[in-house]
Nanobody, 115 residues
Framework: VQFVQSGGGLVQPGGSLTLSCAASGFTFSRYTMSWYRQAPGKEPNLIASITSDGRSTNYADSVKGRFTFSRDVAKNTLYLQMNSLKPEDTAVYFC?????????WGRGTQVTVSS
């Protein structure tokens, strides 16, 4: 099982970034896929998730209306489009795949929102 995360970086407040997470080694559509983020000195927080059948997407209140979570099953890739970024969005972002048996994590990518 492998995740390759990309797309993080430094952006000014109000800007946009798109994170990608390319997965391999497991059947993509059999897992609930999620994005978490961890700010310095804090625990990881769930910010968005998609059910295994792709029918339902949920967002944390802190990102609702600004972030869009999507997946491309054919490419086994997740995307997190982040708009109207705020300094409090600064964190390491992790992709995650989970079902009743397994729990897989990406290595994380840093997003820094600062002027």
């Amino acid at each position: 099982v492998q995740f390759v995360q990309s797309g993080g970086g430094l952006v000014q407040p109000g800007g946009s970034l798109t994170l990608s997470c390319a997965a391999s080694g497991f059947t993509f559509s059999r897992y609930t896929m999620s994005w978490y983020r961890q700010a310095p000195g804090k625990e990881p927080n769930l910010i968005a998730s998609i059910t295994s059948d792709g029918r339902s997407t949920n967002y944390a209140d802190s990102v609702k209306g600004r972030f869009t979570f999507s997946r491309d099953v054919a490419k086994n890739t997740l995307y997190l489009q982040m708009n109207s970024l705020k300094p409090e969005d600064t964190a390491v972002y992790f992709c995650n795949a989970r079902n009743y048996l397994y729990d897989y994590w990406g290595r994380g990518t840093q997003v820094t929102v600062s002027s």
